[in-house]
């Protein structure tokens, strides 16, 4: 966590409204191990105030409508394959937050949102935040993502729903700037594709610039944007937090490297 970051978390003179996080979750590995990653996740997690409740919108809850868990104790969700035991062992028993899913749902007028009670914690949340908030005493509720709306559709509605930063919630979203599994190198201190790199440096740059819809039409990049997202549902958590975003809050960015030669940890933390 850069010395940045960390001043601007735990700036005493921050409104009440609650900071905003994107985080790039990667392999769900983060959860358990102890690496520059995780260690970053945990050293933000305690600079940051209490929120009355925290809104995950993860790359992994993907659905036909828009829904928002309403579960009063959601269960943890094992949603891999092929890991070590240990990996399915993991729980993350946080408390949910049934009202706050009800303001949601109230809040979005012009985008419907149905609630879910039968959704939990999947590993985009729970990897993170167990992590982050390793008490799992904070209510947590997850938004899900709607794969046939177009991008417009994601930022919109969590323009909608942007008060709740001003009611106690914390938002993050969890996903990935750039999220190739296929092109994987497994290799120890394996170097970043230069498509890689290309793609994460026009996304960083249009988040500094303020500069939505270029990230809102980012697949004009053609080839590098399909390298990039064979499939971009690890990266819509992103338009989520480009959302809920207000004026003048600025982005600091950590965990700008990358993983595997193919997967960008890039995370960045908005407040007011």
């Known amino acids: 966590m850069t010395n940045d970051l960390k001043r601007l978390a735990m700036d005493g003179t921050a409104t009440e409204r609650m900071p905003l996080l ?29 929120p009355k409740a925290i809104l995950s919108v993860s790359a992994h809850w993907l659905t036909r409508g828009t829904r928002v868990l309403s579960a009063e104790r959601p269960q943890t969700i094992h949603d891999f394959g092929g890991f070590p035991p240990e990996m399915y062992r993991q729980q993350y028993p946080a408390p949910g937050a049934p009202a706050m899913a009800r303001e949601a749902q109230e809040l ?56 709740l930063r001003d009611k106690g919630v914390m938002v993050v979203g969890s996903g990935n700037i750039v999220h190739n599994l296929r092109a994987i190198n497994w290799q120890a ?73 193919s997967v960008s940890m890039r995370s960045m933390l908005y407040r007011s």
Do not use: C
């Open 22 to 50: 994107f985080v790039g979750h990667g392999n769900p590995l983060n959860a358990i191990e102890d690496n520059p990653f995780s260690r970053a996740w945990t050293e933000t997690g305690a600079a940051l105030p209490v």
């Open 108 to 163: 979005a007028v012009k985008h419907h949102v149905s609630l879910d009670d039968d959704w939990g914690f999947d590993h985009g949340t729970w990897s993170v935040l167990k992590q982050m908030f390793p008490a799992a005493d904070i209510p947590v509720y997850q938004l899900s993502i709607d794969y046939s709306k177009p991008m417009e559709y994601h930022y919109g509605l969590a323009q909608e729903i942007r008060a």
């Open 189 to 261: 201190n394996a170097k970043p594709y230069d498509w890689a790199l290309e793609f994460d440096a026009s996304i960083k740059q249009w988040i500094e610039q303020g500069n939505h819809k270029a990230i809102l039409d980012f697949q004009r990049l053609g080839q590098v944007a399909q390298l990039a997202h064979p499939t971009y549902d690890h990266f819509l958590p992103l338009l989520y937090v480009l959302g809920f975003q207000h004026t003048r809050e600025e982005p600091l960015f950590f965990n700008d490297a990358f993983d595997m030669a």
